[in-house]
């Protein structure tokens, strides 16, 4: 009997090796920014808070399309 190939898993696996791990966030999906917040009303300087947003080149899938 001859072999039977699936269609979606061939498709599945064709549009795996067409895409690359996202350089911007190393295939996290996120990436980390520093905000500046104000510290008091006291002191004149403020301290940098870190907040996890999701990556914008790769809409935080964390994978990118290889470009032909």
Known sequence: ??????NFEALKS?????QKECPEC???GQVEID???PAS???D?????AEWLA????SGK???KIEE
């Open 55 to 58: 990556c914008e080149r790769c």
């Open 41 to 43: 009303f006291g002191r």
């Open 45 to 49: 300087i403020g301290e940098l808070y």
């Open 14 to 18: 064709l549009l795996e090796t067409r």
């Open 1 to 6: 009997m001859p072999r039977t190939v699936d």
């Open 26 to 28: 190393s295939g996290e």
């Open 35 to 37: 905000v500046p917040r």
């Open 62 to 64: 964390g994978e990118i």
